[in-house]
């Protein structure tokens, strides 16, 4: 009744299993599509990402007071104070805020120290 669906399967098993050797560089060559789009992604994708984090983390270690900056929400201020981890920031005229330093989305001027 399935003797043709196993007469194929034979047919298959022993054109792939007849050489011993060969099988090697057909694997690599399957691969090597997938190897390429992989290297390419990293150059992209993670590098500039990893370029633009390192970036980001030098300026936020570089903060001092006088700075005027934007938060992540979209709060800018002037830099009145900084300690390791938190910065108080001057919204208005005797109106301040604390935030944390690593809600700094950027720096819009750099001031000198009051």
């Known amino acids: 009744m399935f003797s043709w669906l196993i007469d194929s399967a034979h047919a298959m098993g022993s ?4 050489s011993a050797g060969g099988g090697d560089g ?3 060559a399957q691969f090597m599509p997938f190897l390429l789009i992989m290297v390419v992604f990293y150059f992209l994708m ?6 633009k984090a390192k ?4 300026l936020l270690a570089s903060i001092q ?4 900056v934007v938060t992540v929400g979209g709060l800018m ?8 981890e938190v910065l108080t920031l001057e919204v208005a005229q005797n109106v301040k805020v604390r935030v944390q330093r690593s ?3 950027s720096v819009t001027k750099v001031g000198g120290g009051e």
Do not use: L
């Open 15 to 18: 054109a792939g299993g007849g």
């Open 26 to 28: 057909t694997m690599i």
């Open 46 to 51: 993670i590098r500039p990402q990893q370029k």
């Open 55 to 58: 970036e980001h983390t030098a």
């Open 65 to 68: 007071r006088g700075y005027e």
């Open 77 to 84: 201020g002037r830099v009145t104070a900084v300690t390791e």
């Open 103 to 105: 809600s700094i989305a």
